[in-house]
């Protein structure tokens, strides 16, 4: 037997309580049944997402959030800047020109993190900079951008949204979105919401609901508009993901009884710990300066694939972790701690990293990761 172990940076586990409320009976998407648990769905992503704005449910995944973002705010021609660190960044910029605008690229080096001077710059030199599109955390590089600082510029400039691709930094990363103005930041279920794949969340500032009612892009699918008139009575557009939005709401219940402050350090202290256990037998961190509480990037010794290290976790131990994307491939691998993730699952995943090493001929005594991961996991 192999037992199995996710700890992919999505999807990611899925607790039994959230599975079971997704096994009950289908329930009608426009009865007295299902409106309760979409008014409680709305009210719940709102305090994780620390906003009173709207939060729009989408039954897509991440990308059609994405997408959603850019086709309902923005028109062909619009000159917009999109900071691409990773693969992720580079979805932004896919989007936005397949839609027609124009991009400017503020290019970070992979295993970077962007520098808000050199945003800030960019921004004062061009003229007629209609948004600002990056991710929280670029799960492709394991790194965290600095919202806050990012939002504080974007301000500065009335003209200008900023739209966060937050897939995989939601619940992990503290994102104040009403607090520091951020105007479209996006989610999905199959990361930190502890869900199986399938939803989308978007929200959405006032600032750009102003800026939606001039967006000539097509759109008819993803209409935030009609989203929004329909959220407003607990209803989405088409039929609703009962099932998945049943789910989520058990998931986001899990979440409150937590506290958001406590989720928000329970994912700093497991990244913590697996940096530092990593480190600790002689690996380096792909992403350095500001490293993501989701996912850490992880430099595969010399001489070593990342690809072998990431397949013989799989196949010989159950670890199911992630490779390296595009031209990290090979490079490095990573390990996620995000969702329904616990003090065992970093042990694990150290664990099973000194295993695969110390066979494929690297350098290493059993356990001195795992121990520096227990001492500042203890209690
Ligand atoms: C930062 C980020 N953006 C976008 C996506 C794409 O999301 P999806 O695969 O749900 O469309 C992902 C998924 O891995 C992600 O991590």
Redesign the pocket.
């Known amino acids: 037997m192999l037992k199995r172990y996710l700890l992919a940076?999505?999807p990611t586990p899925v607790p039994s309580q959230v599975l079971l409320s997704m096994a009950k009976p289908i329930i009608h998407h426009r009865s007295e049944d299902f409106l309760p648990v979409l008014d409680s769905v709305k009210k719940g992503l709102q305090w994780l997402y620390q906003t009173k704005n709207d939060v729009l449910i989408l039954c897509?995944?991440?990308?059609?959030g994405?997408v959603g973002a850019v086709n309902n705010f923005f028109n062909k021609g619009d000159l917009v800047v999109v900071i691409n660190g990773g693969k992720?960044g580079e979805?932004w910029t896919e989007i936005c020109r397949a839609y027609g605008l124009k991009v400017k690229e503020i290019t970070v080096e992979w295993g970077h993190t962007v520098s808000p001077e050199i945003v800030a710059r960019v921004l004062e030199k061009t003229q007629g900079v209609k948004g600002v599109f990056a991710?929280a955390?670029?799960?492709?590089t394991g790194v965290y951008h600095d919202i806050k600082s990012l939002a504080a510029i974007v301000r500065g400039h009335d003209d200008a949204l900023l739209v966060v691709?937050a897939?995989?930094?939601l619940v992990a990363h503290d994102l104040k979105t009403d607090k520091w103005g951020i105007d479209i930041m996006i989610g999905?279920s199959?990361?930190g919401v502890m869900m199986p794949?399938g939803l989308?969340f978007v929200s959405v500032s006032e600032k750009a609901w102003v800026r939606a009612q001039s967006s000539r892009l097509p759109k008819f699918y993803f209409n935030f508009i009609k989203e929004r008139d329909n959220l407003s009575r607990n209803q989405t557009n088409f039929t609703s993901p009962v099932t998945l939005i049943r789910g989520l709401n058990e998931s986001l219940n899990m979440l409150k009884s937590e506290g958001l402050q406590q989720v928000f350090k329970r994912h700093k202290r497991l990244a913590h710990a697996t940096r530092m256990a990593i480190q600790s037998i002689g690996l380096d961190l792909y992403a350095r300066e500001s490293p993501s509480n989701a996912v850490t990037a992880i430099l595969s010794p010399k001489g070593i694939d990342g690809q072998t290290i990431y397949k013989n976790l799989r196949q010989k131990y159950g670890i199911t972790a992630a490779g390296g994307q595009g031209k990290a491939r090979g490079i490095i691998f990573r390990i996620a701690h995000l969702g329904y993730s616990d003090r065992f699952d970093v042990i694990t995943a150290i664990a099973g990293v000194e295993m695969v090493l110390k066979e494929l001929g690297y350098p290493i005594k059993l356990g001195t990761g795992v121990a520096v991961a227990e001492e500042l996991l203890l209690g």
């Open positions: 940076p999505g897509s995944t991440g990308t059609g994405m992720f979805r991710q955390s670029e799960t492709s691709d897939i995989s930094a999905g199959q990361k794949p989308a």
